[in-house]
């Protein structure tokens, strides 16, 4: 708009020059030809008469009746005449005598002089001369003539005879042209000139004062970036301004008050209030990056509840919901304003320590933490307790990037649930190494469950005090092509923690069921089988059903079948729903047998409650309990308990003659171990029993004979 204004103040004011220049000139040139013409009159006793138009301008000279032609000649006088015209206009004079024969106008007086002084050389109007068309026709002409390569601004008056005829013409002029516009054009180079240096101050000024208005739009323009980058600004200014930049101001802070409700939405967890995945991992983003600086260092404690399903089941999820609340609140207690805490999955918390670096802060944090969560919580329903576990990673040193060091705690906290009781662990690099090693053993096993490489051993199981096979047990044997023999406290434990336990038991079920075909159609008879059932596969729905299934298929009589299970059962379960199972399996028509009594949750309340056909001791009460007074008496005792309530006492793990005898002299039922036989392959079965059988059929007689004797 300014630049407009001075385009158009300049433009005026060079037009208006112009008009004023053109009119000045013109006013000039008039009275030249008026002053010329009065002049010849005058000077030539009234020989000329003068014509006029309303303006008082000569439109011709006439020459007067009784004037010879002479007039129209070289003359002193005309000479002097023409020299007056030009002092008194300050400009040139000339009179033209016409010339019929060659219709041209030639000059025969005039004020112009060569520069030595002498007369100028011949000049003629003739066709093709700006003013000729004009004097021809008597009329006069006004305007630009040219004179030796230049213009001058002329007024040619026609000279006319009494009859009207062309007789001549008469010629003032002004000056040249350029030298009128003189004044016009350093105008012009003045005004250019000032309008440019307006211009530029205008510029510089607008410029400055555009760049002092625009400051906020900048400063608004930088925050609404830091926004866009996540970051949110504390707070909006020029708020209180009622212009656009006020405008924009308020609605940059509804943008900020919006996504600062979004962030919430998107970044908090609705239970617990702590932040959720998605925070968790963008704060643990952002840590990495400035761990980057050697100056910033953090610690990366994971954390979560053993069980902690079992109190959703038990109590509902409103309860844990409650509970994962109530622990939030005791976290944020221990760990301050300053920690990042997050809540990423159903009972997992993530915290975030910074500048901790060497984990003494974190190692601290963690031994209160797992004395406030392990302490019970107080709810309408009671008092309810859960154990946590806690994994520690330190930032930068064990994990550079987001997910290596979700994962590195992750393999710390796995390490501590490992362990009996609340516990803490930070990551080491072996337990990467185990947990690299346990993942092949994953791979490798589901890969040897589907190609069939497992195979089943059998172990005898036989009654002591004659050496009758009453049965055997199914034993997993994993002999793998890249490791060689893989023991199975190995391999099993893996496949506890995974799903793999569900494809292993149902393996070891169908292959026992198979070869227990195959030995009763070829006459062998074993007793009963037994097969070891995990606590997961114990709990599946369609348990009851899938045995079935595996005994119809192979025509086995369910007597046959003996499913050992732990102690472990009753954990996460509760004793009416294992009774459930249990009883829906003796409808089955199969043994069921309690598996290492005594090496966990022993209790003799469900030993009369739940239908259990076996006791099964663990081989820790019988191991030197031939040489130990003290666990003989306790092995004992066990054994007169299992009878008492009617089961099958069967003692595992007898391995020396003095452990054996142990069994014959307090009654046990049935014995397992390296004594009578190791687990064989299912060929070599037969042929195992068969050695013990004899060599102990051997021993007695032996001792039968030296009995005789000493009587």
Avoid at 198 to 207: E, Q
Avoid at 536 to 564: I, S, Y
Avoid at 591 to 601: I, K, P
Wanted: overall charge negative.
């Amino acid at each position: 708009m300014v630049l407009c204004s001075i385009g158009l103040v300049s433009g005026l004011s060079y037009y208006e020059l112009s008009e004023t220049t053109r009119d000045n000139s013109k006013i000039r040139i008039d009275r030249a030809a008026r002053a010329a013409v009065a002049i010849l009159c005058f000077g030539t006793d009234s020989a000329f008469h003068p014509d006029y138009d309303d303006s008082g301008n000569p439109l011709a000279l006439r020459i007067a009746a009784g004037s010879g032609a002479e007039l129209m000649g070289p003359s002193d006088r005309l000479t002097r005449l023409v020299q007056a015209m030009g002092q008194t206009n300050q400009g040139a004079a000339n009179l033209f005598k016409w010339v019929p024969e060659t219709r041209s106008f030639d000059r025969f007086a005039t004020t112009f002089r060569s520069p030595d002084g002498s007369p100028p050389p011949a000049f003629s109007i003739v066709e093709g001369h700006p003013a000729f068309v004009s004097l021809a026709s008597g009329h006069p002409y006004v305007g630009n003539v040219p004179v030796q390569g230049r213009l001058r601004l002329a007024y040619l008056t026609p000279v006319l005879e009494g009859g009207g005829a062309i007789a001549g013409a008469l010629a003032v002029d002004v000056g040249w042209v350029d030298d009128l516009m003189l004044a016009e054009q350093r105008l012009q180079t003045r005004m250019a000139t000032a309008a440019i240096m307006i211009l530029v101050a205008v510029i510089l000024v607008g410029g400055l004062l555009l760049r002092f208005e625009l400051l906020p739009l900048r400063q608004l323009a930088r925050m609404a970036d830091e926004l866009a980058g996540g970051t949110q600004p504390k707070d909006i200014p020029f708020t209180e301004r009622k212009d656009e930049i006020g405008d924009l101001a308020h609605g940059l802070e509804k943008v900020t008050d919006l996504q600062d409700k979004l962030q919430k939405l998107a970044y908090t967890d609705p239970v617990t209030t702590a932040g959720n995945r998605a925070r968790y991992f963008s704060d643990l983003r952002k840590s990495l990056k400035r761990s980057q600086d050697e100056t910033f260092s953090a610690s990366l404690i994971h954390l979560d509840f053993n069980g902690f399903a079992k109190v959703n089941d038990t109590f509902g999820q409103q309860v844990g919901n409650r509970i994962l609340l109530q622990a939030y609140v005791r976290l944020a207690n221990i760990f301050g304003p300053h920690a990042q805490i997050a809540r990423i999955s159903a009972d997992d918390f993530c915290i975030l320590l910074p500048f901790d670096g060497e984990g003494s802060v974190a190692e601290d944090y963690a031994v209160q933490a797992l004395d406030m969560l392990s302490a019970p919580f107080h709810l309408e329903e009671g008092e309810i307790r859960v154990e946590p576990s806690i994994g520690i990673a330190l930032l930068p040193r064990d994990a550079a990037d987001v997910e290596t060091a979700h994962r590195v705690a992750g393999l710390a906290l796995r390490s501590a649930k490992d362990k009996d009781g609340a516990c803490y662990e930070f990551f080491s690099p072996p337990l990467n190494e185990r947990v690299q090693k346990e993942m092949l053993t994953e791979t490798l096993l589901r890969a040897a469950l589907k190609t069939r490489q497992l195979t089943l051993h059998y172990q005898p199981q036989v009654c002591p005090a004659d050496g009758r096979l009453v049965g055997l047990e199914a034993l997993i044997r994993w002999p793998s092509e890249k490791r060689g023999f893989i023991p199975p406290g190995e391999f099993i434990p893996i496949a506890e923690k995974t799903s793999l336990i569900l494809e292993l038991g149902q393996y070891v079920l169908e292959e026992a069921c198979r070869q227990a075909g195959d030995w009763r159609r070829a006459g062998f008879d074993f007793g009963h089988i037994s097969v070891n059932v995990s606590p997961l596969q114990f709990r599946q729905p369609n348990f009851a059903r899938t045995v079935r299934k595996a005994l119809d298929l192979h025509g086995m009589p369910p007597h046959q079948l003996c499913l050992e299970v732990t102690e472990n059962v009753f954990f996460d379960t509760s004793e009416q729903s294992v009774h459930d199972i249990l009883s829906e399996l003796q409808r089955i028509g199969v043994q069921l047998s309690l598996d290492d009594f005594g090496s966990g949750y022993s209790s003799l309340t469900y030993l009369h409650k739940l239908p259990f056909q076996e006791l099964k001791i663990d081989r820790s009460f019988i191991a030197g309990a031939d040489q130990n007074t003290q666990k003989e008496q306790l092995f004992q005792a066990i054994v007169g308990l299992g009878r008492s309530l009617g089961l099958r006492v069967i003692a595992e793990g007898a391995e020396t003659e003095g452990e054996f005898a142990l069994t014959v002299t307090h009654g046990c039922d049935v014995l397992q171990g390296y004594y009578c036989a190791p687990a064989v392959p299912a060929g070599d079965v037969q042929a195992r029993y068969k050695a013990f059988h004899d060599a102990l059929e051997r021993r007695r007689g032996t001792q039968g004979r030296a009995a005789r004797k000493r009587a």
